[in-house]
């Protein structure tokens, strides 16, 4: 069956960097382009970033340009994401998503999440 | 950036009810809206695709209609298992974007 566990998470001062994971199994990982989304405490969802199958094409919510990156290395089923200059407006949980049959369609699978939590 | 709102912010229901939630977006996305179910402390589950497509899984009671920039997810006869927060996502165009949920409580 598919999973997706993420990890990384953890306290962190403003300013500094985290690297988030997430570990993919039971499907073709390499087929499919994944998804980053987040969750502040208390509030909705918000997208945060896609990678395409071949790590080729990314794209980001403007309010993590330039300060986040997705990456993902398919001999290892992983999806990462590397955070920079952490703001405490990006505590929340993060997931890691998989796309249904292109982004189209939505998101069928989705991670437990991993808490960050921005502070001094 | 496409905004989506839904409507009601939250809404009280008992078991049985009938129950319809609408998500509107500021600019037409044809029908590439997903709905979503989340439960306390859990990820999001999908539930509905390009606006009117059940996801496997999910039970026949959940229904969803609507193109261009109005959409309703409907509950034909609401389960215990069914109060949770829903949320719309239009996947027209990145970046992608959801409503700010609508929370289901039992009356």
């Known amino acids: 069956q598919v999973q997706l566990v993420e990890s990384g998470g953890g306290v962190v001062q403003p300013g500094r960097s985290l690297r988030l994971s997430c570990a993919a199994s039971?499907?073709?990982?390499?087929?499919?382009?994944m998804h980053w989304v987040r969750q502040a405490p208390g509030k909705g969802l918000e997208w945060v970033t896609v990678?395409?199958?071949?790590?080729?094409?990314?794209n980001y919510a403007d309010s993590v340009k330039g300060r986040f990156t997705i990456s993902r290395d398919n001999s290892k089923n992983m999806v990462y994401l590397q955070m920079n200059s952490l703001r405490g407006e990006d505590t929340a949980v993060y997931y890691c998503?998989?796309?249904?049959?292109?982004?189209?369609?939505?998101?069928?699978?989705w991670g437990q999440g991993t808490l960050v939590t921005v502070s001094s | 950036d496409i905004q989506m709102t839904q409507s009601p912010s939250s809404v009280s229901a008992s078991v049985g009810d009938r129950v319809t939630i609408t998500c509107r977006a500021s600019?037409?996305?044809?029908?590439?809206l997903a709905w979503y179910q989340q439960k306390p402390g859990k990820a999001p589950k999908l539930l509905i695709f390009?606006?009117?497509t059940l996801h496997s899984g999910a039970p026949s009671r959940f229904s969803g209609s609507g193109s261009g920039t109005d959409f309703t997810l409907t509950i034909s006869s609401l389960q215990p298992e069914d109060f949770a927060t829903y949320y719309c996502?239009?996947?027209?165009?990145?970046?992608?974007?959801f409503g700010q949920g609508t929370r289901l409580e039992i009356k």
């Open positions: 996502q239009q996947a027209n165009s990145f970046p992608i974007t």
């Open positions: 390009a606006a009117s």
């Open positions: 600019q037409g996305i044809a029908s590439w």
């Open positions: 998503a998989k796309e249904y049959m292109g982004y189209t369609y939505g998101f069928d699978y």
């Open positions: 039971g499907f073709t990982f390499s087929s499919y382009p």
């Open positions: 990678i395409s199958y071949d790590g080729d094409n990314k």
